[in-house]
């Protein structure tokens, strides 16, 4: 008898998780013998409804929600000896994952690929005692970005997060960065730090074009530029596809390494996968092909 579990956060996608749920109930109960559905109140409650479901040994779980909802299944799932395909329909404000592996950005599109859906192992990070699948980013536009609430995100959507991060982007603040990459040592001033495991990175689909989600490789591009001027110059780049080439930006991929700041009197916090992380220093590992999901059937991802 085959068992699957569903984890809905109903306040993502402008709070459009309820109306989804039927659908997609409907369609994985199609698929498995037996579909338990879990619908989360607050943060956290995914990561224990993946982990439980991980201990119970289901064949598969799927998430709907953002990327933060989905951050919270890659924890509960990493650290268990058997670990459950998973599902993602997307429901969030940028919803990366789901761009980055090809899955459709309707929701309901999403729900109904899945019974052709293919399944495949992807890299997953580990960042200090939790683990990421998407992007940490370090510097003023994360910082600025946090600050964007429930209540902005249903209003504006993605648009949310462009008004924070543009007024941050013209401040001229930078920080000072330690980076031990690898064996390789590099201290680098910059005002945004990202480090990313696919080519999409805040709804940008190739700003690390050649990243794949399977390549064993974590992806670092911090910015060089300090000036407003230095900072827009690279606004076509990113667009392009060209940022991590680009002249204004540092570039490196890697296996492991940490990332701190020089100064010991700065206080950085870190966005992990859309929320809130740790402070610096940041310990980080790539684990190679460590989650088995289901992507549409002719993605080249």
Do not use: W
Not at 209 to 235: E, N, Q, R, S
Not at 246 to 275: P, Q, V, W
């Amino acid at each position: 008898m085959t068992k699957a579990v569903l984890i809905v956060n109903p306040s993502s996608g402008g709070e459009k998780g309820k109306e989804y749920a039927a659908l997609a109930l409907d369609t994985i109960e199609s698929m498995y013998d037996e579909v338990v559905i879990k619908e989360t109140t607050k943060g956290g409650d995914a990561e224990v409804f993946a982990k439980a479901a991980a201990k119970e040994s289901v064949e598969a779980v799927f998430v709907m929600g953002g990327d933060g909802t989905v951050n919270e299944c890659i924890c509960g799932l990493a650290e268990e000896a058997y670990r459950p395909k998973l599902g993602i329909i997307p429901l969030g404000t940028v919803n990366d994952v789901g761009r980055a592996l090809g899955i459709p950005l309707n929701p309901e599109a999403a729900i109904r690929m899945l019974p052709k859906a293919v399944t495949k192992e992807l890299d997953i990070g580990k960042v200090n005692e939790s683990y990421f699948i998407d992007v940490i980013a370090i510097g003023k536009i994360p910082e600025a970005v946090k600050n964007v609430g429930v209540d902005q995100k249903t209003r504006l959507g993605s648009l949310a997060y462009f008004i924070e991060g543009a007024k941050a982007f013209a401040d001229s603040q930078s920080y000072s960065f330690k980076l031990a990459l690898d064996d390789e040592i590099i201290e680098q001033e910059s005002s945004l730090v990202l480090i990313a495991l696919t080519n999409s990175v805040g709804g940008f689909e190739n700003m690390i074009p050649h990243a794949k989600i399977d390549d064993g490789y974590l992806h670092l591009i911090a910015l060089k530029g300090k000036t407003l001027m230095d900072k827009v110059k690279l606004i076509p780049k990113v667009i392009s596809g060209n940022a991590a080439d680009a002249n204004e930006t540092l570039y490196r991929k890697f296996k492991s390494g940490k990332i701190a700041i020089t100064d010991e009197n700065t206080h950085l916090i870190s966005n992990i996968d859309g929320d809130e992380g740790f402070e610096l220093p940041l310990i980080l590992q790539v684990l190679p092909r460590h989650i088995t999901m289901f992507i549409p059937e002719k993605t080249n991802q």
